[in-house]
Each structure stands twice: as C-alpha cells, then as structure tokens.
C-alpha cells in the first residue's frame, strides 16, 4: 500500500484548519468555502476516508506516529 507524505499531510492539515477558521469567520464568503472544501475533499482521498471529519482525525494519528520505517513501508518486502 502506497503512504502518503508525513510532510505533505502536516501541510494540507494545517492548511485545512487555516481555512476552517476563515469559513467560521465569514461563513457567507463563497470562495473562502469552495477552497476549504476542496481541501477537505484532497483531505479525504489523501488519507482514503470517507468524510472530512474521518480524514482529519486519521491524518492527524498519522502525523502523530512519525514516519513509517523503510520496511514498514514496503510491506516488509525490503529483504525480499
């Protein structure tokens, strides 16, 4: 299975919850909701869930346990 970036997910995470707070802050913006969305949708196909809430909290336990190990990442095909 092929894992996404641990940098790239803190990225889209962090830019997730900046644009979370532009939304809040002017909820009638249009624009400000269509790139929050978009990023939601990124979110979810990044990290294979369903629903914005689903992909935050997995990305978040992603970015929370590191890197996985060269092995870990190859399905333990790397001595193979």
Known sequence: MLLPDANTV???LRHYRTQE???L???CDLSVRRRFEDTA???CVLM???TAHEAVRAAERYVAQGPPAPTE???GLAGS
């Open 10 to 12: 803190d990225r889209l």
């Open 21 to 23: 707070r532009s939304v």
């Open 25 to 27: 802050a002017r909820p």
């Open 48 to 50: 294979g869930e369903r």
């Open 41 to 43: 949708y990124t979110l």
């Open 73 to 75: 990442a190859l399905g």
